[in-house]
């Protein structure tokens, strides 16, 4: 299927705990992508944990896990043989690096029945070294599409905008931040893996809360460089599901909010002669209207 062009196909998702609904499929480099009509994410599936569960001629279904949580209908044969192409791909390169993580998994049950909390500290450090730039966006798209049915600005034009002033609040070496005003009753904000930041919407109304931002963006600048938001996420993760991911599969990973790093600012100055103009301040409100 190697002369196989097309990125994305319409199919049909299905989740016991939701209603049968219309999606895109576009497909990854390491994991296919369902998406709402909209391009929003709902689901991200490793290629090595798919497997298909009906194959007939106007339509096939794929299923991401055993138990068959959720389900997947395509009904381009193409696209089908070409998932099915990837999928063994995936697996064949799976097993041939299997051997060695085998024998270091081995190794790691042996000492954990001595040293426990030593196997969890070497298990998070091998998550974390295995996940890669792009499978920390992917986490916290995961992470954001759990919770995007709340209220929030509109992330393309609030970030647009900052970004114009060229003041570089959310740009920086290899760490850019994505902020997204949120209606969500926290008193702090929250940084998820690959750079998302939810801000309480209410700081647009508070009397310092330009200076606050500001201040909030830095911090967590300096998190996304040093992992932390990653390493809180891997550091909040049941033992198993953590197993199962350096296997190659994030299914049994918990997305849940409170699972990225929180940047409070209950301990921390800011400097009053940073901050948005209010002039600046004035029209990013008006931009971010719930």
């Known amino acids: 299927m190697a002369g196989y062009s097309k990125l994305e196909v319409k199919g049909e998702w299905n989740s016991k705990s939701n209603q049968s609904e219309e999606v895109l499929v576009a497909f990854g480099s390491i994991s296919l992508n369902i998406l709402d009509t909209t391009g929003e994410p709902l689901r991200q599936w490793a290629y090595s944990s798919i497997f298909l569960k009906n194959n007939e001629a106007s339509k096939s279904i794929f299923c991401p896990d055993l138990e068959e949580t959720?389900?997947?209908?395509?009904?381009?044969?193409?696209?089908?043989?070409?998932?099915?192409?990837?999928?063994?791909?995936?697996?064949?390169?799976?097993?041939?690096?299997l051997f060695p993580w085998l024998f270091v998994i081995i190794l790691l049950f042996i000492f954990s029945v001595f040293f426990s909390?030593?196997?969890?500290?070497?298990?998070?450090?091998?998550?974390?070294?295995?996940?890669?730039?792009?499978?920390?966006?992917?986490?916290?798209?995961?992470?954001?599409?759990?919770?995007?049915?709340?209220?929030?600005?509109?992330?393309?034009?609030?970030?647009?905008?900052i970004r114009s002033l060229d003041k570089n609040y959310l740009s920086g070496m290899n760490n850019t931040i994505e902020l997204i005003f949120i209606n969500l009753k926290i008193k702090n904000s929250i940084l998820f893996p690959g750079g998302k930041l939810l801000v309480?919407?209410?700081?647009?109304?508070?009397?310092?809360?330009?200076?606050?931002?500001?201040?909030?963006?830095?911090?967590?600048?300096?998190?996304?460089?040093?992992?932390?938001a990653t390493i809180e996420f891997f550091s909040k993760q049941r033992s198993k599901a953590l197993l199962i991911y350096i296997f190659g599969s994030f299914t049994d990973l918990n997305f849940y909010r409170d699972n990225g790093l929180l940047i409070s600012l209950d301990s921390t100055s800011y400097?009053?002669?940073?901050?948005?103009?209010?002039?600046?301040?004035?029209?990013?409100k008006n931009l971010c209207k719930l």
């Open 117 to 161: 909390s030593y196997f969890r500290v070497m298990t998070e450090k091998i998550a974390l070294s295995i996940t890669s730039a792009e499978q920390e966006s992917n986490l916290g798209n995961i992470m954001f599409s759990e919770i995007s049915r709340v209220p929030y600005c509109n992330i393309n034009n609030t970030n647009r905008y």
């Open 70 to 97: 959720e389900s997947l209908y395509i009904f381009d044969q193409d696209a089908v043989n070409h998932l099915i192409l990837l999928c063994n791909k995936t697996k064949r390169k799976k097993l041939s690096k």
């Open 271 to 284: 400097d009053l002669d940073e901050g948005f103009t209010d002039k600046e301040w004035l029209k990013l």
């Open 200 to 228: 309480p919407y209410n700081i647009l109304e508070n009397e310092d809360g330009s200076f606050v931002l500001i201040k909030v963006i830095k911090l967590a600048k300096e998190a996304l460089k040093n992992k932390r």
